[in-house]
């Protein structure tokens, strides 16, 4: 009777352990699975520059209204790896797609 209390004991230890790790597993894995990016974007498309365009104006285009322009400046330059503001005409950029 002693043998089958410690295999008892010892199976019930491992299913608590499968439990602890499953839960830490959860909650490490949730935060990131509903967060939302730095952009608060869900996507990218490709935008090209027409002639007069300038980074400005086309971030005020796919702003929404809720959102500051300069945000969207900032993660249009981060997306493409732009030091400046300087873009041409037929240059291609990522730009997010607000949802």
């Known amino acids: 009777m002693s043998i089958r209390v410690v295999k008892t004991?010892?199976?019930r230890a491992r299913?608590?352990?499968a439990v602890l790790v499953l839960a830490v597993v959860a909650l490490v894995?949730?935060?990131q699975a509903f967060a939302q990016g730095g952009s608060a974007s869900s996507g990218s498309n490709t935008y090209?520059?027409?002639e007069g365009e300038t980074l400005?104006?086309?971030a005020q285009s796919i702003t929404p209204a809720s959102r500051d322009v300069r945000d969207t400046v900032e993660t249009v330059k981060s997306m493409n790896l732009l030091d400046s503001a300087n873009i041409r005409p037929g240059?291609?950029?990522l730009v997010?797609?607000?949802g």
């Open 48 to 50: 090209v520059v027409a």
């Open 15 to 17: 299913r608590w352990a």
């Open 91 to 93: 240059d291609q950029l």
């Open 29 to 31: 894995v949730a935060p």
């Open 56 to 58: 400005w104006s086309i």
């Open 96 to 98: 997010p797609i607000y």
């Open 9 to 11: 004991a010892k199976m």
